[in-house]
């Protein structure tokens, strides 16, 4: 038998053998290790530059100086295990966002993603000789166009892809709660207006603009399914933290393989956006009006009213990512309560490789 290929896509003119996109985690839980890991089996790997310093550089006087120390570090280090491509996830609602993508870019990263608000000004951070790729994150078709336009009319510049995100994945959602369970704002609803969009733009500007999609993809029949509605890659990012790659801690992880299908709830964020997390014991508390934060220590999302938030996300998150969920919580995708066990990046891989080739219906090997 023919040993088996994904379906090959590529991103920014770099190739991928796996149409997989690794969807940036913060605060911490994706970092070089799990990036890297990733991209040595073909997907792209993700680094989260939210709250990054936080966790690599405690009580550093300067925050957003931290910050992009830490972001530097994490980049280098996962070029020194991987010749794949890296990506970084960096929220326009960071206050520090300017210095994170300059920061990137520096770097050399083959991908900025960048959702949580409109990255209306990416393109100016570019420099004559620049290879990295700009990929906003979008939640339907009317998001795309905005960006689009923008960009063509103040930087000349198409965006190298899409990352279409529908209201089935974990963190913070591009939509409201009231939108979250009907069926026009579905995934396979959002996905034909947005690969029309993707065209519109090829044909416009002379390369090719993928369409990632991503939320709520789980298994490899998910993905054989996306792709066959046209989408060049998936994006993921539940299905990665219970592996032993992923940079979160133990007991971070062992949350999702304990939580169930009722554990998953939406919350309101502290920023202003509703969220799917795992709905512990912390989360609770808070919406009982019993956690209040002390002071704003970072000053961190822009869209965040630290006087009036029940907690501070970036602390409890933080805390998640140590272990310490009695103060934190996990964000988690709708489909989480489906992890059963820790794996790791490539076991993972081959389960995804097989059960895509159980829905196309091919038989091949795998060596």
Same mark, same amino acid.
Not at 75 to 80: D, F, L
């Given at each position: 038998?023919?040993?088996?290929?994904?379906?090959?896509?590529?991103?920014?003119?770099?190739?991928?053998?796996?149409?997989?996109?690794?969807?940036?985690?913060?605060?911490?839980?994706?970092?070089?290790? =799990?990036?890297?890991?990733?991209?040595?089996?073909?997907?792209?790997?993700?680094?989260?530059?939210?709250?990054?310093?936080?966790?690599?550089?405690?009580?550093?006087?300067?925050?957003?100086?931290?910050?992009?120390?830490? =972001?530097?570090?994490?980049?280098?280090?996962?070029?020194?295990?991987?010749?794949?491509?890296?990506?970084?996830?960096?929220?326009?609602?960071?206050?520090?966002?300017?210095?994170?993508?300059?920061?990137?870019?520096?770097?050399?990263?083959?991908?900025?993603?960048?959702?949580?608000?409109?990255?209306?000004?990416?393109?100016?951070?570019?420099?004559?000789?620049?290879?990295?790729?700009?990929?906003?994150?979008?939640?339907?078709?009317?998001?795309?166009?905005?960006?689009?336009?923008?960009?063509?009319?103040?930087?000349?510049?198409?965006?190298?892809?899409?990352?279409?995100?529908?209201?089935?994945?974990?963190?913070?959602?591009?939509?409201?709660?009231?939108?979250?369970?009907?069926?026009?704002?579905?995934?396979?609803?959002?996905?034909?207006?947005?690969?029309?969009?993707?065209?519109? =733009?090829?044909?416009?500007?002379?390369?090719?603009?993928?369409?990632?999609?991503?939320?709520?993809?789980?298994?490899?029949?998910?993905?054989?399914?996306?792709?066959?509605?046209?989408?060049?890659?998936?994006?993921?990012?539940?299905?990665?933290?219970?592996?032993?790659?992923?940079?979160?801690?133990?007991?971070?992880?062992?949350?999702?393989?304990?939580?169930?299908?009722?554990?998953?709830?939406?919350?309101?964020?502290?920023?202003?956006?509703?969220?799917?997390?795992?709905?512990?014991?912390?989360?609770?508390?808070?919406?009982?009006?019993?956690?209040?934060?002390?002071?704003?220590?970072?000053?961190?999302?822009?869209?965040?009213?630290?006087?009036?938030?029940?907690?501070?996300?970036?602390?409890?998150? =933080?805390?998640?990512?140590?272990?310490?969920?009695?103060?934190?919580?996990?964000?988690?995708?709708?489909?989480?309560?489906?992890?059963?066990?820790?794996?790791?990046?490539?076991?993972?891989?081959?389960?995804?490789?097989?059960?895509?080739?159980?829905?196309?219906?091919?038989?091949?090997?795998?060596?």
């Amino acid at each position: 038998m023919n040993q088996f290929t994904w379906n090959p896509f590529s991103l920014g003119g770099k190739a991928l053998s796996a149409p997989i996109v690794q969807g940036g985690m913060g605060v911490g839980i994706s970092l070089s290790r =799990l990036a890297s890991a990733v991209a040595n089996e073909g997907g792209v790997g993700v680094i989260s530059a939210a709250g990054i310093g936080m966790l690599k550089k405690p009580g550093a006087p300067n925050y957003a100086k931290a910050n992009a120390e830490a =972001l530097r570090d994490e980049i280098r280090k996962a070029r020194a295990m991987t010749r794949g491509v890296l990506g970084v996830n960096i929220m326009v609602a960071l206050t520090d966002f300017a210095e994170l993508v300059r920061t990137s870019i520096e770097e050399g990263i083959d991908v900025i993603f960048s959702g949580a608000g409109l990255p209306l000004d990416l393109p100016s951070y570019r420099k004559e000789g620049c290879r990295t790729a700009l990929v906003p994150i979008v939640s339907g078709r009317r998001t795309a166009r905005i960006i689009a336009k923008w960009w063509r009319e103040k930087y000349s510049y198409t965006p190298d892809g899409f990352v279409l995100e529908g209201p089935k994945a974990g963190g913070h959602l591009g939509f409201k709660e009231s939108e979250l369970d009907q069926p026009q704002f579905q995934l396979e609803a959002l996905l034909p207006d947005v690969l029309e969009e993707a065209r519109r =733009l090829e044909e416009a500007g002379g390369k090719p603009v993928p369409v990632i999609a991503g939320g709520g993809v789980f298994t490899g029949g998910d993905i054989h399914r996306i792709l066959s509605l046209g989408a060049s890659a998936v994006q993921m990012a539940t299905r990665f933290v219970a592996t032993e790659e992923c940079d979160a801690s133990d007991a971070f992880k062992e949350a999702y393989v304990q939580c169930r299908k009722e554990d998953i709830g939406i919350i309101k964020s502290p920023v202003g956006m509703p969220g799917r997390a795992i709905t512990d014991a912390f989360l609770k508390a808070a919406a009982n009006g019993e956690k209040h934060p002390k002071a704003c220590p970072f000053h961190c999302i822009s869209t965040c009213k630290g006087e009036s938030a029940p907690y501070c996300i970036s602390v409890a998150l =933080l805390n998640a990512c140590r272990g310490r969920m009695e103060h934190g919580f996990a964000f988690v995708g709708e489909n989480g309560w489906r992890i059963d066990r820790i794996t790791t990046v490539k076991e993972l891989f081959s389960t995804l490789r097989e059960e895509f080739c159980a829905a196309a219906g091919v038989q091949q090997d795998f060596a």
